[in-house]
């Protein structure tokens, strides 16, 4: 068993949450205002991507650059991991690939202090993706820990690139944002992805 295994059903089950929905979790963050650079990238590439219709393209031409962006504009304090091996803890499930780490921490070279699991739905179904989210979450959490920088609030989000829904783990509290962002709210977007790298305990 490894993260995409999980539905929210059987994480929420398996890691004994408690599971919340229903709450606008991010409506006080700012938005922010888009680069020339990223609205350029994307004015380019998400046509393509959406003609070429499949994860990967989605992956590569609109959600890592988003999360470039957001690691820019830390001005590289953070971290960005794609396709990273995570085995945390194997007999649990807690391993895999994840398609997305950001880190609090501007070391490239190897992961420390992961706080944001970005995952990407599988054939353009957001509730699909969130029990793998929600695992890698976990995973971090646990990661943290035993790291010595925890307990910490974990944040997530699903995407098919064009759609975004963010979540937060916090102990065992899940929180399940009722709100869903589209490209034309990209200043939201990188609002929330710059709140939860920034966000302090």
Same mark, same amino acid.
């Given at each position: 068993?490894?993260?995409?295994?999980?539905?929210?059903?059987?994480?929420?089950?398996?890691?004994?949450?408690?599971?919340?929905?229903? *709450?606008?979790?991010?409506?006080?963050? /700012?938005?922010?205002?888009?680069?020339?650079? &990223?609205?350029?990238?994307? *004015?380019?590439?998400?046509? &393509?991507?959406?003609?070429?219709?499949?994860?990967?393209?989605?992956?590569?031409?609109?959600?890592?650059?988003?999360?470039?962006?957001?690691?820019?504009?830390?001005? +590289? /304090?953070?971290?960005?991991?794609?396709?990273?091996?995570?085995?945390?803890?194997? *007999?649990? #499930?807690?391993?895999?690939?994840? *398609?997305? &780490?950001?880190?609090?921490?501007? %070391?490239?070279?190897?992961? /420390?202090?992961?706080?944001?699991?970005?995952?990407?739905?599988?054939?353009?179904?957001? !509730?699909?993706?969130? #029990?793998?989210?929600?695992?890698?979450?976990?995973?971090?959490?646990?990661?943290?820990?035993?790291?010595?920088?925890?307990?910490?609030?974990?944040?997530?989000?699903?995407?098919?690139?064009? %759609?975004?829904?963010?979540?937060? &783990?916090?102990?065992?509290?899940?929180?399940?944002? /009722?709100?869903?962002?589209?490209?034309?709210?990209?200043? !939201?977007?990188? #609002?929330?992805?710059? +709140?939860?790298?920034?966000?302090?305990?």
């Amino acid at each position: 068993m490894s993260y995409v295994d999980f539905t929210l059903e059987s994480a929420y089950t398996a890691f004994g949450l408690e599971l919340t929905e229903g *709450d606008n979790l991010f409506a006080d963050v /700012q938005e922010v205002s888009v680069s020339p650079l &990223l609205k350029e990238t994307l *004015d380019e590439y998400v046509p &393509l991507a959406t003609a070429i219709h499949t994860e990967k393209a989605r992956s590569e031409f609109i959600v890592a650059p988003i999360l470039a962006e957001v690691r820019k504009r830390s001005n +590289h /304090q953070i971290s960005l991991f794609s396709g990273i091996a995570f085995d945390v803890d194997k *007999d649990r #499930g807690l391993s895999g690939y994840c *398609d997305f &780490l950001l880190s609090r921490s501007p %070391v490239q070279l190897f992961l /420390q202090v992961p706080v944001m699991a970005v995952v990407e739905a599988k054939n353009d179904n957001i !509730k699909g993706g969130l #029990g793998q989210c929600v695992a890698e979450m976990v995973a971090a959490r646990i990661f943290n820990e035993r790291s010595g920088y925890g307990p910490s609030t974990v944040f997530g989000a699903v995407t098919t690139g064009s %759609v975004w829904k963010f979540l937060t &783990l916090d102990g065992p509290a899940v929180r399940v944002d /009722q709100a869903e962002y589209y490209l034309d709210r990209l200043g !939201k977007i990188l #609002g929330i992805l710059m +709140h939860c790298v920034e966000a302090t305990d």
